[in-house]
């Protein structure tokens, strides 16, 4: 069974930083591209970031880049992302997600954690 867990949200001012963590148990996380998405109240949940099994690319919803890092360890089944010079815009509920493949692409899998919810304050 797979289970995911995702930590580090919080409550931060405009320009402050957190860094969000994200623990997979069950399988291997080592053949797999690892997302980051997030969902705000009334609108649609949206990817920020994507890193591939390897950890060699990464992508990044335009609003993020340059303010955003998204990193991983395979070995500790870890992802995570460091957010800097975070905007109000950014406040919402991250998730973390696994693709089926290795490179960010087609089909998520259906294992979702709880989230971690991130607000921004001006």
């Known amino acids: 069974q797979v289970q995911v867990v995702e930590s580090g949200g919080g409550l931060v001012q405009a320009g402050g930083s957190l860094r969000l963590s994200c623990i997979v148990s069950?399988?291997?996380?080592?053949?797999?591209?690892m997302a980051w998405f997030r969902q705000a109240p009334g609108k649609e949940r949206e990817e920020v970031s994507c890193?591939?099994?390897?950890?060699?690319?990464?992508r990044y919803l335009h609003s993020v880049k340059g303010r955003f890092t998204t990193s991983r360890e395979n070995g500790k089944n870890t992802l995570w992302l460091q957010m800097d010079s975070l905007k109000i815009e950014d406040s919402a509920m991250y998730y973390c997600?696994?693709?089926?493949?290795?490179?960010?692409?087609?089909?998520?899998?259906?294992?979702w954690g709880q989230g971690t919810q991130v607000t921004v304050s001006s």
């Open positions: 069950g399988l291997s996380i080592g053949v797999k591209g």
């Open positions: 997600a696994l693709y089926r493949d290795t490179f960010c692409t087609g089909s998520l899998q259906n294992d």
């Open positions: 890193i591939t099994a390897s950890g060699r690319s990464s």
